[in-house]
């Protein structure tokens, strides 16, 4: 930390000290790496003139930091005393608390990420038209991803591909997985049909879902990850309803969008 306390004049309309009661314009404090102030105490001795005339002053205080190298630093924010408020007497000793003003870029940089988070969220990260039919001879499952709308972009590279990976789940544990190929635009069109084979025992009493996770990109990464879509026994109503109706309707596709 770097801390520079310079000593200005405090409100246009008062007059300025002029002469040998003029208060130097800026005095620097060497850097510490400790962040505790008790242990790196620093003093610095200020020539001034009459106590009367300092009343008309404001001691201010500014704080930055240092990245590691060295050559980057960030104003942190400033400390401002005015001495009017000090009620000073020569040869005694005072000790001031004061808290630490944010600069005012900061605080834009702060307030205009609040104003993001609460108007932003929840993010709309698009929809996706998902085909499914339960084949009772076969003991199967028939999937199809048919298309997205209106998906959001996790990089700005040009032409990234988004995939769908699928997960069959019985009691959380994944059983089964396959993917589509990938297809471009925000608006990918998959049409990819896919056969999954159910384990033993009655369907509406396993505890099945399938989990489809959108991605952008090949690399399977959290940050490569755009949304999630649950259909089942468990999970989100909207896919609970999805798996119902499938189970009701027998042979016949059902698709909705999620």
Not at 104 to 125: D, G, I, N, Q, Y
Not at 204 to 232: A, C, D, N
């Amino acid at each position: 930390r770097r801390l520079s306390s310079p000593a200005i004049p405090c409100p246009p309309d008062k007059s300025p000290v002029h002469g040998r009661a003029s208060l130097p314009s800026l005095t620097k404090l060497s850097r510490r790496r400790s962040l505790s102030p008790e242990i790196h105490s620093q003093s610095v001795v200020m020539h001034v003139g009459a106590v009367e005339e300092l009343h008309i002053c404001t001691l201010r205080l500014a704080v930055y930091s240092r990245d590691f190298s060295g050559f980057r630093e960030a104003k942190l924010g400033l400390v401002e005393m005015p001495c009017e408020e000090m009620n000073l007497t020569p040869d005694t000793t005072y000790t001031f608390t004061r808290e630490i003003m944010p600069s005012k870029s900061k605080l834009k940089k702060e307030t205009l990420v609040h104003r993001k988070t609460s108007v932003c969220a929840p993010k709309v990260l698009g929809q996706v038209f998902i085909l499914l039919q339960y084949q009772f001879v076969a003991q199967r499952i028939k999937l199809m991803v048919r298309k997205a709308e209106n998906l959001a972009k996790l990089t700005r590279i040009p032409g990234t591909p988004h995939y769908v990976v699928i997960n069959m789940r019985q009691d959380g544990k994944v059983i089964a997985t396959k993917e589509t190929k990938g297809a471009g635009g925000l608006n990918p069109v998959w049409n990819t049909p896919f056969l999954f084979d159910l384990p033993p025992g009655d369907i509406t009493q396993l505890p099945l879902h399938f989990e489809f996770i959108i991605m952008q990109g090949r690399l399977y990464t959290k940050s490569s990850v755009l949304g999630r879509v649950l259909i089942g026994c468990s999970g989100p109503e909207e896919g609970q309803a999805h798996w119902r109706e499938m189970l009701k309707r027998g042979q016949i596709e059902t698709a909705r969008w999620h």
